[in-house]
């Protein structure tokens, strides 16, 4: 099994590092860079083995039939991952299309 990530979402972490520091989320950039960085290894990692969900319509403008499933960083904040798997060869690929948190997209799921 393999997690693979659009060029997008893998500008989004390296956004999401400046916004989360800007923002006043975490007092050193460094802390911000390894809140994104934990998150992206616990999606590497657990994406496989946690429970997904078919997602909502919604969403299909990021790719149509995909699935999501939610991380649980803090207790405000979850980040819902959408992605597709892939079949090859006997191997299992997961491509992460979208990503977002319980603030911005709640309402959708």
């Known amino acids: ?15 999401l590092e400046q916004i989360l520091y800007e923002k006043g989320y975490f007092v ?4 911000s860079k390894k809140y994104v960085k934990e998150l992206i290894d616990e999606i590497i990692t657990k994406l496989p083995i946690y ?8 969403f299909d403008k990021y790719g149509k039939n995909m699935k ?13 991952v ?9 191997e299992i690929f997961y491509l ?8 911005t997209i709640a309402q959708y799921l």
């Open 1 to 15: 099994m393999r997690v693979f990530f659009l060029p997008e979402i893998q500008k989004y972490y390296d956004e």
């Open 28 to 31: 050193f950039k460094e802390s």
């Open 51 to 58: 429970p997904s969900k078919p997602a909502p319509k919604y």
């Open 68 to 80: 999501y499933t939610g991380f649980r960083k803090n207790r405000n904040t979850t980040w819902y």
């Open 82 to 90: 959408f992605f597709d798997t892939y079949e090859v060869e006997n």
């Open 96 to 103: 992460v299309r979208y990503i977002a948190n319980n603030h």
